[in-house]
């Protein structure tokens, strides 16, 4: 029993940390290796998901969350003019994809303590297409 409840634990602590909000030598925010996987035209649609709380401006009207116009590349918690909860205010990393995939994924688990109501997209095409038309929105400013 003890040794089944152990390996539980490990795999549970091993797979959160698959998800935990930790900085890399390698992360790279120019790095389109889940964006080059996704539909940008499926994105816009899954964007429609996003848009009632966000912006791709980089400034226009205030909404209930940041603009995400040129995300990538830009540090977590750090758009002027927002105010973010104290668990974005204080984290450190920089938007990747693949940040911005475990953040969508699931984004209380992958910083807890963030106000964001979403729940996530739990499918992984959505996700790619999402960050497809990021890219391609971003690029289009």
């Known amino acids: 029993m003890f040794k089944r409840s152990l390996t539980f634990v490990i795999a549970a602590a091993l797979s959160m940390s698959a998800i935990a909000p930790t900085a890399f030598a390698d992360d790279d925010p120019t790095s389109t290796a889940l964006s080059s996987k996704g539909d940008a035209a499926k994105g816009k649609r899954v964007f429609n998901r996003c848009k009632a ?3 791709l401006a980089a400034s226009g009207p205030k909404k ?3 603009s995400l116009g040129g995300i990538f590349g830009r540090k977590a918690g750090s758009l002027d003019g927002y ?3 104290k668990a974005l205010a204080e984290a450190d990393f920089v938007w990747t994809e693949e940040k911005l995939d475990q953040w969508l994924a699931q984004p ?3 910083l807890p303590g963030n106000k964001m109501t979403f ?3 739990r499918k992984e095409d959505q996700r790619q297409d999402l960050m497809a038309y990021l890219r391609e929105a971003a690029s289009a400013e």
């Open 108 to 110: 209380k688990t992958f």
């Open 119 to 121: 729940m996530g997209l």
């Open 83 to 85: 105010k973010y909860s």
């Open 64 to 66: 209930l969350g940041p």
């Open 53 to 55: 709380c966000h912006i």
